[in-house]
Nanobody, 121 residues
Framework: QVQLVESGGGLVQAGGSLRLSCAAS????????MRWYRQAPGKQRELVAT???????NYPDSVEGRFTISRDNAKNTGYLQMNSLKPEDTAVYSC???????????????WGQGTQVTVSS
């Protein structure tokens, strides 16, 4: 069984920083693209960062220049460094990854359970 486990959420003051981690555990042969999403109460889920297997990244304007996504393929782990946090960044952050459990096996998309990030003003 494969799991994505996030960590690193919490409460921070505006202007502060947090680093989220997303670790894949279980039978993992390879990981493709990794993504971070967030969802605030009463709002639609928003894609905030994407990183491909080659390391290419993409961000929406709302977090560009403040958030940085990265990955450590040897550890099957992705990260989201969040700087200059604003109260409007408050949300549950979830990671998402395309991975396969064995060589030549099918690719599937997996989700973590989410971690709360709260930014106080």
């Amino acid at each position: 069984q494969v799991q994505l486990v996030e960590s690193g959420g919490g409460l921070v003051q505006a202007g502060g920083s947090l680093r989220l981690s997303c670790a894949a555990s279980g039978s993992v042969f390879g990981i493709g693209a990794m993504r971070w999403y967030r969802q605030a109460p009463g709002k639609q889920r928003e894609l905030v960062a994407t990183i491909t297997t080659s390391g290419s990244t993409n961000y929406p304007d709302s977090v560009e220049g403040r958030f940085t996504i990265s990955r450590d393929n040897a550890k099957n782990t992705g990260y989201l460094q969040m700087n200059s946090l604003k109260p409007e960044d408050t949300a549950v952050y979830s990671c998402n990854a395309d991975l396969r459990r064995r060589a030549w096996g099918p690719w599937g998309t997996y989700w973590g359970q989410g971690t709360q990030v709260t930014v106080s003003s």
